[in-house]
């Protein structure tokens, strides 16, 4: 019995503990100001512990422009750990040409850094590589990112897979496309491939994408029958996956959001769903914000809005219901009144 | 003791002489004024007697006449040239303006018959007199005929009006009963030699032929009275007397018959349940009149007497019992009518619409002109009520605008004129103008200033109160309101201006309700103002014609070859406009909103939250962000091809502190001095405007989205966060603009902005001699009077651009990166504003030097009408 109740104490002394140490966290400093040089001091201070010069990263702020040489050459150090050399290179926020070099040299090279820095600094590259980036630079940047595409460690290859997609790169998606077609040499996680495919535009992988709707595993299903709810062939599928109970509730889910979006005849099944009491709250939940998407976006004929919006008020005053569900199904009603002339007339004439 | 009682006698005493002096029976009664004509001016040498003691006016018209104390007065005006006028008074009358109508005078032969027939221009709408007189039928007050030419005056009274004699008494045949006439119409009618001293009548047996016209009120009544009298009036004693038959002639509407007097001449039916009114004034000021209309069913009819509120009780004799009566009070000395005017019954009960019931008839037998008290009287109070104040927002003071229009009432922190009149005409009026309204805790507030043409520049309302003297005439005043730094609005026009008479803590004339429209930090807002700034995106995603996807659009378009909004000077200034149009557009849809902005210096979870543009998603590595089901956002669609629509964001926590990854507003504010000319190098920072857009925007395009369509300028503006994080961008430079006082062309050594030059879409300079720039920049668009594209409608291909930009009407269909819907935006040229006063006047194309003085800082018209909560004016 006693330990029982320990073990339900554990997670919430945990989560007290994480929470006080958030809320403990230092103002950012000013640039300049005491509190940053000492910050500074501390993080480029080899001799202090890994631990102390973390801590001390986070109040680096946007760093004086005499520390982004420093933050380069700790970064660079292959004698620093991986941690300390990603800190000192995420702090060093401004995108100068030196700091490309330096991230390009260490992606470039197997041996310089283990496989978290090199996913880490890929994954930054990522966010810095905006807008109006010369075109030789870019060029050297994806040749390099599709190197890592052959990359032995999982997470670097992840990494490289995940930038080149964003950036709509053409042999990075192809050989997504291709291993899933195969339906071998998949270079990264399924789920995480088929995400990377609807990313690039479904559009263009519903052949490789099919397949993977009759996937065991609910994160694979769940991605492609989201992914694939434009495919009007693949559609009736996904409609069974959403609306029978024994589909495994993240299936149903992404099903759900992704029919919304695509299927005019949405509302054949999903009011059902809303107004079935014995259906699983989540599952009707999530049934009612994708409908609501579809109404803000799309002509939802009035009988269907007034039915929805019954069914909801029906919802918000059921019993047993998780208090998130409750409260936001609540607010749904009045936004409902509140957004819909059609809703709204019908109200007001009850 | 003794002295005491002395003292209270000696007081007593003093009163009553005092009080005997001008009302008393006894004693004597000062009678003063000024006789004017219809137009208000002096008349001088006026005959004014009173009780038979007579003065002459004075040449400004003003008279002053001592007489004995009696219990009743006859005031009788005259002036040859004028209809006479004639009051009955218990009081002496001492603050009155004497208006006497102009009369038409001839001369005429008494010897032959004598016709008069009056043909002033006023007859047009009252109806002309018509008076024959047989030859040698007049004669002096001693029966002598005249000796020659006499002058003839007449003049048809317009007694619907307030003309003619103020009074309406009669006495029964029987000289038994007092009565009183309703009046179906009136002429005056004199004859006197050619000094006007001497007076002529009709001779005993003689008698004249006479048409008189029915005045309008009573026109509906005198076919059921086909026969009535005429009575003429005695000015020694103010009574009516009987003059001759009176039958009525419907072809002529008018009674025809025969006078054996003339004087003032009257058809009229005698009445004898009469009724009076006393009128207590109630901080009224002595000297105006009240008009007194009667009504049956709320239409006037017979005479229209006017009475002077010459004390604080007066009383109106001789009324028609049990008759609505509708009261004016008139201005004593211009004659308009003051609409301010309340009417309460002695309890305090205010009557509608300023109408009286006259009451009962005073027995018969009992005197129809009661002393004070005058107990038998209905009694009523009039109070002065407030002038109406009208106040109108962003209207010029020449403006001739006749009704006001609310969807301007829209200020930020600059400078707005504004202006303020009486709606009616009257006295003038000084108001003091508040904006301190208790119950309204989130409202905004707003400060003052005096009108000045031109506007100093660089100067805003610093007022917080404001006093205006507003004319009678209601012509409009001018003056400046500002919306007061630190206090904007919540809600739309829960901003209330207050017009006070007389001063601050005066009764409120007028209100006017506004709203301080500011662009605010997102993560601040209230529910209200966060629900009506999404629905706002909701509608402008949703409408057809100019909507948000054509922006999203536009820039993706901007950021190809040969672009304007990145990597050169006009990054800032193009943004800007893009943003104003799209605030526009919205505005157009949900007035109440602004581009609220993203404030990265600090932690802003309520900006990704569900709530507002989405909290982060879960799983993977791009999700959609997670918006409540009531978030009009929720189901948002970014409308790109080969897509579901899908937002895609970062899964990183967005709602921690970033930490200091975009660089902070106040180091770049402390870092630059000058805006900097860019450079086309993407590592090269030498400038604010370079820093911000390398150091903060393109770092705030990566951190909530990296890999996301946030982070790519042909995709960017998929995602509204597009805009939050652009109006920051857009505050940078509004601060930094303020720190460095830069809203112009050069100041001191620093340019705001890159060279006053006009660059071509051939590279070739406009302005040749000025300044030639290097290779890099030999573009259109970075310069000062660059106009912007789309709106100027250029490709802008030049030997210096790789590519042309499309024009901006067309999209590409082939392009895969083009949107399923259309166009970029419509037509060529930046919308006129909305709000009057503020830049673009007309449809305009916008020059990146348009985007600069934002606050209209050196002229106010050229003012962009946004401002940011925390960058005020002045300090």
Known sequence: MRSKVMIRLIPLTVMAILCLSLAAQPARPQRGSEQQRAATATFLDRQRPETERLRAARLLGWPENKTFP????????????????????????????????????????????????????TEELNRRITFRLPPEVRQRILTIWRKLLKDPRDRVRLAAFRALAANHDAVAVNQLDESLRRGSGIPIPIPDAIELLDLNGPVNHITA?????????????????????????????????????????????????????????????????????????????????????????????????????????????????????????????????????????HYEGR | ????????????????????????????????????????????????????????????????????????????????????????????????????????????????????????????????????????????????????????????????????????????????????????????????????????????????????????????????????????????????????????????????????????????????????????????????????????????FGQTPILPLDDADNAAYRLPANTNVLLEL??????????????????????????????????????????????????????????????????????????????????????????????????????????????????????????????????????????????????????????????????????????????????????????????????????????????????????????????????RLASLAGDEGHMQPAFLTWHRAMLLHVERELQKLEPTVALHYWDWDAAAPNVFSEDLIGAPGVGGFLAEPDFSPANPMNGWNTDLPFSSGELRRSTIDHTADPDGYMKPLDDMVAEWNDYGFSSSDFFFTDSFCDDVERSSHNNAHGWPCGGGNLTYPNRSATDPLFYLLHSQIDREYAFWQRAKDAFGLPVGDTLTFPFPHHYDNNGTAAAPGLFIPDADHRQKGAFLDDGLWPWDGTTGGTPFTVAERPPNTTPDPADENSPDSAPVVPGTAFPASVIRNLWPAVPTIPHNAHMIDYLGRFKPADGLGFCYDDVPYQE
């Open chain 1, 70 to 121: 420093l933050l380069l050459a700790v970064g660079a150090d292959r004698a620093e750990s991986d941690a300390i050399r990603f800190a000192a290179l995420y702090h060093h926020h401004r995108f100068s040409r030196e700091w490309l070099d330096t991230i390009l040299k260490i992606l470039d090279d197997p041996n310089d850094g283990g496989a978290e820095l090199d996913a880490k600094l």
């Open chain 1, 209 to 345: 994408l099919r397949p993977f709707l009759s996937h065991r595993d609910p994160a694979v299903q769940g991605r492609a029958a989201r992914a694939l709810a434009l495919d009007p062939e693949s559609r009736p599928r996904i409609v069974e996956l959403a609306t029978s109970a024994s589909t495994a509730e993240e299936v149903r889910l992404h099903a759900l959001r992704g029919l919304a979006r695509e299927d005019q005849g949405f509302a054949a099944y999903a009011l059902p769903l809303l107004e079935n009491v014995r259906e699983d709250a989540d599952v009707r939940f999530a049934a009612m914000k994708a409908f609501v998407g579809r109404m803000n976006y799309n002509s939802v004929p009035a009988r269907e809005q007034i039915r929805f919006a019954e069914a909801v008020e029906r919802f918000a005053k059921e019993r047993n219901l998780p208090p998130k569900i409750l409260r936001q199904t609540a607010e749904t009603l009045v936004y409902l009144k509140q957004g819909f002339p059609e809703i709204q007339k």
């Open chain 2, 1 to 300: 003791m003794k002295r005491y009682v002395w003292g209270v006698l000696f007081l007593a005493v003093g009163f009553l002489a005092a009080g005997c002096k001008s009302t008393m029976g006894t004693g004597t009664a000062v009678f003063s004024g000024w006789v004017v004509d219809q137009g208000g001016a002096g008349i001088g040498n006026a005959r004014v007697a009173v009780n038979g003691k007579a003065t002459k006016s004075r040449p400004d018209g003003a008279f002053e006449l001592s007489v004995p104390g009696a219990k009743s007065y006859v005031l009788n005006i005259s002036h040859p040239g004028f209809a006479g006028l004639s009051q009955l008074s218990r009081k002496a009358l001492t603050k009155q303006r004497w208006r006497l109508i102009r009369a038409q005078v001839e001369t005429v032969d008494p010897a032959g018959e004598i016709t008069l027939k009056d043909r002033r221009p006023e007859v047009a709408r009252i109806g002309s007199t018509r008076l024959t007189i047989p030859p040698n039928s007049l004669v002096d007050p001693q029966g002598n005929p005249p000796a020659g030419p006499v002058r003839a005056a007449i003049a048809t009274l317009d007694v619907g009006n307030g003309e003619g004699p103020r009074d309406w008494a009669v006495r029964s045949d029987d000289g038994t009963r007092e009565g009183f006439l309703v009046s179906y119409g009136a002429v005056f009618v004199q004859f006197t030699d050619a000094t006007g001293s001497v007076t002529y009548q009709l001779k005993s047996g003689a008698v004249g032929q006479i048409s008189l016209p029915v005045i309008p009120g009573m026109r509906p009544h005198a076919p059921a009275n086909p026969q009535a009298r005429f009575w003429y009036y005695d000015e020694s004693d103010g009574y009516w007397k009987h003059n001759g038959d009176a039958t009525f002639d419907a072809a002529s509407n008018a009674y025809v018959g025969t006078v054996n007097h003339l004087s003032f001449i009257n058809t009229d039916i005698a009445k004898f349940d009469a009724a009076c009114l006393k009128v207590t004034l109630s901080g009224i000021p002595v000297g105006h009149k009240l008009r007194i209309r009667y009504h049956s069913g709320g239409t006037p």
């Open chain 2, 330 to 555: 008139m201005d004593g000395v211009t004659d308009e009518i003051l609409s301010d005017m309340i009417v309460e019954d002695p309890v305090g009960n205010p009557l509608v619409n300023t109408v009286v019931n006259t009451g009962t008839a005073i027995p018969e037998g009992d005197d129809l002109w009661p002393d004070e008290p005058y107990t038998p009287c209905h009694a009523i109070v009039i109070k002065q009520g407030l002038p109406e104040v009208e106040i109108r927002i962003n209207e010029l003071p020449a403006d001739a605008f006749p009704r006001d229009n609310p969807t301007d009432d829209y200020i930020t922190w600059a400078p707005t004129v504004s202006r303020a009149r009486l709606v009616t005409p009257g006295a003038d009026v000084d108001i003091v103008l508040t904006n301190d309204t208790p119950g309204i805790p989130l409202g905004g507030d707003v400060l003052f200033a005096a009108h000045a043409e031109p506007w100093p520049a660089n100067t805003t309302a610093t007022a917080n109160t404001l006093a205006l003297t507003l004319p009678g005439s209601g012509a409009w005043v001018p003056f400046v309101i500002a919306g007061k730094h630190g206090t904007p609005s919540t809600n739309d026009k829960d901003t209330i201006i207050e017009a006070h008479v007389g001063n601050a803590a005066g009764p409120i004339a007028g209100t006017k309700a506004l709203m301080v429209r500011v662009r605010k930090n997102a993560n601040n807002l209230t529910p209200g103002e966060r629900a009506r700034f999404l629905f706002a995106w909701r509608k402008f995603r949703n409408q057809g014609g100019t909507n948000y996807v054509q922006f999203q659009e536009l820039h």
